[in-house]
Each structure stands twice: as C-alpha cells, then as structure tokens.
C-alpha cells in the first residue's frame, strides 16, 4: 500500500511537472521580445570565388504573405560599398567574387527599401 501511494504522488508530481514545461509564460515574452527588437546572425563560408551566407533574422519574416501579422523584410547586399542585389531568403550565395578580400554588408529593409536599422557587416578573403 506505501509502495502505491509512493508511485501516485510521484506520478502527480511528474506530470505537475510536464504540464508546466507546456505552457511556460516565459516563451510569450521571449517573442515578444524578438518581435520589438529584431536582431541579425550571419554566418559565412568561401568556397573557391563564391561565398554562402546563412542568416537568422528575429522580428522580421522575409514571406510576403505575413504583411499582416507581422514586420516583413528583404536583405540589401552591398560589396565593398557598392550596392549589389536584394535577397529575399535567409541563405544565399555570392557568386563570382574576383581573388582579394571583400567587405560584404547586409543591410535589413522593408518591402519599399526603407531600412529596419539592422546591418552586419564581415570580411570575406577570395584565394588567388
């Protein structure tokens, strides 16, 4: 009989425990977070002239669709200070870059070009 009232309490407590990890009011707050301060990641790697770049964007959806609910943005690519393309996806690839090293800028805007306020900025060296 202990032995059975031992495994229920334990088994209210699990599941006490499980049920809170689902509904944690701390999640809401962390969107919403993300959502008034957006923030950028960039990652990159050189492969022979070609560089492929993985972003994470928070706060901004770079689909058209989610004008609605939420901000919604493309990338500005600029090569050493020039403007060079817009990208509308979080990977992507530079393609072609002459041998040396580059200075590549993402700049965040929205749909009319008007900038977020959200850059990064990285080197990137070309073999010769």
């Avoid at 334990?10 to 008034?36: A, C, D, H, R, W």
């Avoid at 500005?76 to 060079?84: E, Q």
């Avoid at 590549?104 to 070309?126: A, Q």
Wanted: glycine residues 8%; contains cysteine.
């Amino acid at each position: 009989m202990k032995r059975y009232i031992e495994l229920t309490i334990l088994s209210i407590f699990l599941t006490g425990i499980l049920s809170g990890f689902q509904k944690s009011p701390v999640l809401p707050m962390v969107s919403k977070y993300s959502e008034n301060n957006p923030s950028l990641y960039v990652q990159s790697r050189t492969k022979g002239n070609n560089v492929f770049v993985e972003c994470i964007l928070s706060g901004i959806s770079f689909r058209q669709s989610d004008q609605h609910d939420r901000k919604v943005g493309k990338l500005v690519i600029w090569l050493d200070g020039k403007r060079t393309k817009e990208v509308n996806s979080a990977a992507f690839i530079i393609k072609g870059l002459p041998p040396g090293e580059h200075t590549v800028k993402l700049e965040v805007v929205d749909l009319k070009n008007v900038p977020y306020g959200i850059t990064k900025e990285f080197l990137v060296n070309i073999p010769k």
